[in-house]
């Protein structure tokens, strides 16, 4: 069966470190872009990361929202078939459910990352989500 599934959540003080994972199984990653997202009580969801690339990892593109610039860095690792969001500096404001979610990869999808812009979809398949939360 095809899945992803989130891992790495916790509970952290402010200016801690977390680092989420994001394992597919049942597909191969190397094709597929992933998103990070993240969910708030009574907010919309906001894209919070992306990677992606489309012929080789010499195409490899990343995008960080304006909240998590220098704090929050994306990477995968193809032989796990993972990709992890590795979380720094974390403030209450980043308190929310964190979803991954992969999207068949492009050229065009590329370039908007590189573009600076976030693929908001649609994606092929989502995760269930893992619990963050930052508090004192």
């Known amino acids: 069966q095809v899945q992803l599934v989130e891992s790495g959540g916790g509970f952290v003080q402010p200016g801690g470190s977390l680092r989420l994972s994001c394992a597919a199984s049942?597909?191969?990653?190397?094709?597929?872009?992933i998103g990070w997202f993240r969910q708030a009580p009574g907010k919309e969801r906001e894209g919070v990361s992306c990677?992606?690339?489309?012929?080789?990892?010499?195409?490899?593109?990343?995008y960080y929202a304006d909240s998590v610039k220098g704090r929050f860095t994306i990477s995968r690792d193809n032989a796990k078939n993972t990709v992890y969001l590795q979380m720094n500096s974390l403030k209450p404001e980043d308190t929310a459910v964190y979803y991954c979610?992969?999207?068949?990869?492009?050229?065009?999808?590329?370039?908007?990352?590189?573009?600076?812009?976030?693929?908001?979809?649609?994606?092929?398949?989502w995760g269930q989500g893992t619990q963050v939360t930052v508090s004192s």
């Open positions: 990677i992606g690339s489309f012929l080789s990892s010499s195409d490899e593109a990343t």
């Open positions: 979610a992969a999207a068949l990869s492009s050229f065009s999808l590329v370039a908007r990352l590189r573009a600076g812009e976030l693929f908001e979809g649609p994606y092929d398949y």
């Open positions: 049942g597909f191969t990653l190397d094709y597929y872009a």
